[in-house]
């Protein structure tokens, strides 16, 4: 993977780490980082990225806490250890050069949806269709190794946010904020879910109205597989671009149900060579005698 050839940022390095630390505070305040949980970098340069130490909690970091590793996570620069966890933002930053910042945290709407190994419903919320679009959930393995950090390796090409299986999120762009606001919004929508199918049901925009979300996603600059000749003929609204990877994920759609398009009708669900009006007849002939009434 080539890397950048020069300074990724003009912005002095005591900026950046306001600029973490006061994400941190962010992550903490919103409750998506109990304890010392997640971790937040920026890429320097090159060979040099900005992170969150182990051992802390991120809603009262200062600047001096933050240290600098190199690309294969070797710390150079900062009082306190590392994050085990800095191999995950290492290696999404290698798949993908464009990405300064990565943010992982558990934000605990999207991390019911990683432990239930839940599919993120599509094609309901406008907001979401356009920055988000599908989000994947990787399979699991023991947090802070590189089999860990690989995980998210098929998906981070397809997507500004992943859901880690058991674990929680990781967003990245090309500021930390940026970075953070895809888990922000991931963890509403989420919470919109679950709330929506509290009252009942979840109405799900057509397949039609989606088509428009993803026009202007297209013209306003944003990326989307759907909008790719690869994913021309997909059901846009039934979680195609991950779904080839759920059996690999343990991911099943349990919860929610399917969109319309994606719903099969009785007669498709029915086996090769059965004349439906005749199975129809004869349950309802069933019914009848069982029920001791005429046909």
């Known amino acids: 993977m080539a890397m950048p050839a020069g300074p990724t940022t003009d912005k002095p390095l005591s900026k950046l780490k306001e600029e973490i630390c006061d994400i941190g505070r962010r992550i903490y305040n919103k409750g ?20 969150t130490p182990t051992q802390i909690c991120k809603g009262f970091m200062k600047p001096s806490d933050l240290c600098i590793v190199d ?38 709407h999207a991390t019911a949806f990683a432990v239930a190994r839940e599919p993120i419903p599509q094609c309901v919320l406008p907001e979401v269709e356009v920055f988000l679009g599908d989000v994947p959930i990787t399979r699991y393995e023991t947090p802070g190794g590189q089999k860990f950090a ?4 098929p998906f981070v090409q397809k997507s500004s946010v992943v859901i880690l299986a058991n674990h929680g999120t990781v967003s990245f762009g090309e500021s930390v904020e940026k970075a953070y606001w895809w888990t922000e919004i991931l963890d509403a929508y989420c919470r919109i879910l679950m ?12 397949k039609n109205e989606t088509q428009e979300l993803l026009d202007l996603k297209k013209q306003w600059g944003f990326k989307d597989p759907r909008l790719t000749e690869e994913l021309a003929d997909c059901d ?15 991911v099943d759609r349990r919860a929610f149900e399917p969109p319309p398009e994606m719903a099969p009708s009785p007669a498709a669900a029915l086996p090769a060579g059965v004349d439906k009006e005749a ?13 001791g009434i005429g046909a």
Request: charged share 25%; hydrophobic share 35%.
């Open 71 to 108: 690309m294969e996570g070797n710390q150079l620069a900062g009082h306190r250890k590392r994050s085990s966890e800095v191999l995950l933002h290492l290696t999404i930053m290698k798949e993908r050069p464009d990405v300064k910042s990565v943010v992982h945290c558990h934000p605990p």
């Open 195 to 206: 709330m929506a199918k509290d009252l009942g049901r979840v109405t799900y925009l057509t």
């Open 279 to 291: 199975l129809v007849a004869a349950v309802t002939q069933e019914v009848c005698r069982q029920l």
């Open 150 to 153: 690989d995980t998210v390796k």
């Open 32 to 51: 998506f980082a109990a304890g010392n949980d997640g971790n937040i970098s920026f890429r320097l340069g090159p060979n040099e990225v900005l992170c």
């Open 236 to 250: 846009i609204c039934a979680n195609d671009v991950f779904r080839e990877s759920w059996g690999q994920t343990g």
